[in-house]
């Protein structure tokens, strides 16, 4: 009996089986994962570092380009590219497809145990980067006509609440913040002031490092003998900045002016040619594509209120 009349005699039957591969095919429609671009790309590796304090050159000599060379020694290792910037080092590390990514990551773990970084660096970071990193959707943010917000601070509203609440949906990985300005607090030291009492400017930084939550990030030497501590951190702590005691009968105010700023800015985002504070928002590795989207977009009315 050949196929076709094996057909035509079992139809019923021949009908059920294509009704259950139908079946099956919308269900798949509906629940599987879609994705606008599928992970198809090669294994990636993410080393960051912090060095407080350090600019960007001093971040490339002592810590990116040491680590690149411990790193270049890997199997498998078809390009490194990296970023140095204020304080941190990122170093994107692009394996082969034939490199399993968790043996890349022991690889890359234990590469950069080898290497010496200065006292003060923080312990490199290391993480997958999957085809999930690319952002899914971005949101662009401006202040409200008549709010009498700057854009600095929809920047501060963003990084303090709006990121916290997107990152609490179920299909959100992870959020970055671009544009606009971060405040800054400015300690301007009077290095007479500081000889005066027999302090240095070292002892006064370790200070106010330990003290509170702000972190310095940059030393400006200014003119008529003054010095500035740039800080990142809580901004409303300047009032306790200015009543840190640095001796029993000094304050800080007694010997340095404590201000509020914007910091050099270190991203521009622009929509419609408008200045804008831009929010980056990434799925779920393996995650749906439309949910993230529908939840995300499912919150933004909550933003323009």
């Known amino acids: ?66 680590l690149e060379r411990r790193l270049q020694t890997i199997s498998l290792v078809r390009r490194i590219t990296s970023t140095s910037s204020d304080g941190v080092s990122s170093i994107d590390v692009e394996f082969e ?15 950069i145990k080898k290497v010496n970084l200065p006292p003060g660096t923080g312990q490199p970071l290391v993480f997958k980067k999957g085809s999930s990193t690319p952002p899914v959707i971005i949101l662009a943010l401006t202040p409200k006509e008549g709010s009498g917000l700057s854009l600095a601070d929809v920047r501060e509203i963003a990084e303090n609440q709006i990121k916290d609440e997107l990152l609490r949906l179920p299909h959100v990985r992870n959020v970055d913040v671009f544009g606009g300005y971060q405040k800054e607090v400015r300690v301007e030291l009077d290095l007479q002031k500081l000889k005066k009492y027999g302090l240095s400017p070292t002892e006064v930084l370790s200070l106010i490092s330990q003290s509170n939550r702000n972190i310095p990030i940059g030393i400006l030497v200014g003119p008529s003998h003054r010095l500035t501590v740039k800080l990142l951190g809580q901004v409303e702590e300047v009032e306790n900045l200015k009543n840190l005691w640095v001796t029993p009968s000094l304050k800080l105010s007694d010997i340095a002016d404590v201000k509020i700023g914007h910091a050099e800015p270190r991203s521009f985002f622009f929509s419609n040619g408008k200045e804008v504070v831009a929010l980056a928002i990434q799925r779920l590795e393996n995650g749906d594509y439309l949910k993230t989207i529908g939840e995300v977009e499912a919150f933004i009315p909550r933003l323009k209120k």
Do not use: C, W
Not at 97 to 111: M, T
């Open 1 to 66: 009996m050949s196929f076709i009349e094996f057909i035509f005699r079992r139809k019923y039957f021949v009908f059920a089986i294509f009704a259950v591969l139908a079946v099956l095919g919308l269900i798949g429609y509906f629940t599987l994962p879609k994705k606008l671009f599928p992970d198809i790309e090669r294994p990636h590796v993410v080393v960051v570092t912090k060095y407080p304090g350090a600019d960007a050159q001093t971040v490339a000599t002592y810590v990116t380009l040491p």
């Open 97 to 111: 497809y034939g490199k399993d990514i968790n043996v890349a990551v022991v690889d890359v773990i234990n590469e």
